[in-house]
């Protein structure tokens, strides 16, 4: 979080590897459903880890038959094709989810899908999934603060594709920039040192010095008003889906049907 210059009161991070972690750091102690509450040193994060990210990229390309060594190129020349304009809902609860839910009986699911939706209609929908995830824990942050955070710093893998970035913004409503650093946990290691050993008279000095935003992306606000009614229904599709989740979860195949083969006798 140092890395990307955000361990200060104000600011939201965003990190997206394999899974998420996104929080709101604050100076003053608050607490929210769903999210933890870590004392850094005087500053307060409020959010945490959720189980599902980046990961969703190659699990997807893996559904449609690809097993690219390049998810991302795969990934950008899928988005580079025409979607449909009836959008799909993804709940991206793909193994359990830890924050916002903690329940690891949570499943994931497309919803919507109709006919004429094809590969990239289902990209897209994986993506803005995560996106709103995020927004669902950053909107719990923020209301117990009571105060909007006024930038997300995004990193790791994911912050490397400038389409998931914008939809991040657009999505939460926040402003998403993305440093320079292609491993900014480097960067705030040799910062958190460096304060320690007198270099910067403090970590928000050090930040100032050493982080380097590459790209800021904005908010469109036209899209925003389409993902606010679709992050609702996000929003109530999980909470309805939720106990259906939990029965199949205990649920599997019987032993003497677990293949086609064995169906056709």
């Known amino acids: 979080v140092a890395g990307l210059g955000a361990l200060r009161a104000g600011y939201a991070y965003n990190i997206s590897g394999t899974t998420e972690v996104l929080g709101v750091i604050g100076d003053t102690p608050a607490a929210a459903e769903g999210l933890l509450s870590v004392d850094w040193g005087g500053l307060l994060q409020l959010g945490g880890p959720s189980l599902n990210g980046a990961d969703t990229v190659p699990w997807l390309l893996s559904v449609l038959g690809q097993t690219p060594s390049d998810p991302a190129s795969s990934l950008a020349g899928l988005m580079a094709t025409e979607r449909q304009p009836q959008p799909l809902l993804f709940l991206p609860f793909l193994q359990g989810e830890r924050v916002p839910h903690w329940d690891p009986a949570l499943r994931g699911a497309f919803i919507g899908l109709a006919r004429q939706h094809g590969a990239v209609d289902l990209a897209w929908a994986v993506l803005e999934g995560i996106g709103f995830l995020n927004r669902d824990v950053l909107q719990r942050a923020e209301a117990a603060l009571g105060w909007q955070a006024h930038t997300i710093r995004f990193g790791g893998g994911a912050a490397l594709n400038p389409l998931w970035c914008q939809i991040k913004a657009d999505i939460c409503r926040r402003p998403v ?68 989740s939990r029965q199949l979860a205990g ?9 086609v083969a064995d169906l056709g006798n």
């Open 177 to 244: 920039e993305v440093g320079t650093a292609r491993e900014p946990g480097m960067i705030g290691a040799a910062a958190v040192a460096w304060t320690g050993l007198g270099q910067f008279p403090s970590l928000a000095e050090a930040q100032d010095r050493m982080v380097r935003i590459k790209h800021r992306f904005e908010p469109d606000l036209a899209r925003a008003e389409t993902y606010d009614r679709l992050f609702s229904l996000f929003v109530s599709s999980g909470s309805a889906l939720a106990p259906i």
């Open 251 to 259: 649920l599997t195949v019987e032993a003497g049907a677990s293949t």
